[in-house]
């Protein structure tokens, strides 16, 4: 019987899982990767202490650290369901089931997809969902950025070092994302802006050779053969059942990370908490482990 099982290893999950072991738990870690949606970042400029690191790197030095801990970590590990009984909590996942007196939900979350035409045909085929992980595959080659917010332009923003030509597709009127990183796709001359424009379809033979936009009424065949689906993110909160959730799927806690089930706790982008960045991740990681450790001792099992 562990103390605590924290699912997933982004920011949030990672800074738990120090926390946690500095005091001493009995505890596991169970995530399909490590570093989350930090991995895949580009350039970061706003995390205390650094004052440029790319995600990779970032996640690099998540790994370094939990490592220096004895913490047990299942990777490549997908979580199935979590249920509570009496005072356990049980979290199956594709390769087996644990238990323990409490549990961190810090899943994040994942791309969302267009749902368009051509989309699931051409997915790993064209279509991505990660700038960083698959831009260099793309190098000399015309390829689209679909969404306007903080994601698509630093996906743009990296793919103009890599491709001949970027566009990036946004829906509404004008760029939703940070003034500065608004400023510099605008003013880079291999990146073209297309506000009020929307993707209707992805086409294609063996591989992507376009995709069809639309605005005002026109439309019209742009030619890429790369497409980064950068429109938002869906919640992993899936897996459990009977946990508050808000109308978009995030998991409801209150400032002490705990939800409406007693001994479970959420931190990190999978939760309502305001503003996902990296740095607030890993703050809400640290605190869903001082929470768990409030509950065990409190409880005294």
């Known amino acids: 019987m562990l103390d605590l099982i924290i699912i997933g290893a982004g920011p949030a999950g990672i800074t738990a899982a120090v926390y946690a072991a500095r005091k001493r738990m009995n505890l596991l870690v169970i995530s399909k990767d490590v570093g989350g949606q930090a991995a895949s970042s580009g350039d970061i400029e706003n995390y205390t202490g650094y004052q440029f690191i790319t995600g990779p790197e970032l996640a690099q ?35 087996g089931v644990y238990e323990a007196r409490s549990v961190i939900i810090a899943s994040g979350k994942r791309s969302r997809e267009l749902g368009v035409p051509g989309e699931k045909e051409f997915k790993s085929r064209g279509i991505t969902y990660c700038a960083t992980c698959d831009g260099p595959l793309f190098s000399g080659k015309p390829v689209a950025v679909i969404g306007g917010g903080n994601s698509a332009l630093d996906a743009a923003l990296q793919l ?27 003013a880079h001359k291999l990146l073209q802006v297309l506000n009020n424009t929307q993707v209707v379809a992805i086409t294609g033979d063996k591989f992507v050779k376009g995709i069809r936009i639309k605005k005002d009424s026109q439309e019209e065949l742009l030619a890429v ?40 706790f959420a931190a990190g982008d999978v939760t309502d908490v305001p503003e996902k960045q990296i740095i607030i991740a890993a703050g809400e990681g640290s605190k869903a482990a001082f929470s768990g450790l409030r509950y065990l001792a409190e409880h005294k099992f």
């Open 160 to 186: 103009v070092n890599i491709a001949s030509r970027v566009y990036l597709v946004n829906i509404t009127a004008s760029l939703p994302g940070d003034e500065i990183m608004r400023q510099k796709a605008e």
């Open 225 to 264: 053969e790369g497409v980064f689906v950068e429109i938002g993110l869906l919640p992993n909160s899936e897996f459990v059942q009977g946990i508050g959730k808000n109308n978009f799927g995030e998991i409801k806690v209150n400032c002490r990370n705990e939800t409406n089930i007693a001994g479970i």
């Open 61 to 95: 030095k998540f790994q370094e650290h939990i490592r220096k801990y004895a913490v047990s970590l299942k990777e490549q590990e997908a979580v199935t369901e979590v249920a509570k009984t009496g005072d356990t909590v049980s979290v199956k996942t594709d390769k």
